[in-house]
């Protein structure tokens, strides 16, 4: 039904959606990576397109596993449709002593302090 519909009219809609529910529908690219853009414009759309809707790690693009870690980094956040999106990393790229732990170190982005935090399947 919506693929009939202009992107314009898209765009509004999707305004007052979460972006994970609009990933789960929308295929095109272009429109995803616009509605990353206009509401980050001076971040990677392409790099959040591999992180969030491929499900690929921030740094390396590997595809992530069951077992993943987040940064909550203030700095890298992305903010779409008043959500708060952070970067999740594979565990060669960040490692943590244990599986569902946290760890405060650098931000690997943006080199700014942040918390990362271990995700498993069952957390």
């Known amino acids: ?21 609009i990933c789960e529908f929308e295929k095109d690219r272009d429109l995803l990576e616009f509605i990353i853009n206009i509401q980050n414009p001076s971040k990677s759309k392409e790099t959040l397109f591999n992180n969030f809707i491929l499900n690929k790690c921030y740094k390396c693009f ?36 244990k599986t569902r ?13 942040t918390v990362y935090i271990g995700i498993e399947p069952y957390s």
């Not at 039904?1 to 529910?21: A, T």
């Not at 870690?69 to 903010?79: A, D, G, R």
């Open 62 to 97: 590997e595809p992530l596993k069951e077992n993943y870690i987040i940064s909550l980094c203030y700095y890298c956040q992305y903010n779409i449709n008043e959500d708060k999106v952070y970067s999740s990393f594979c565990t060669k790229c960040v490692e943590l002593n």
């Open 101 to 113: 732990t946290v760890k405060v170190s650098n931000c690997k982005i943006c080199d700014s302090l």
């Open 1 to 21: 039904m919506l693929n009939k519909l202009s992107n314009d009219l898209k765009m509004i809609i999707y305004s007052y959606l979460n972006f994970k529910f």
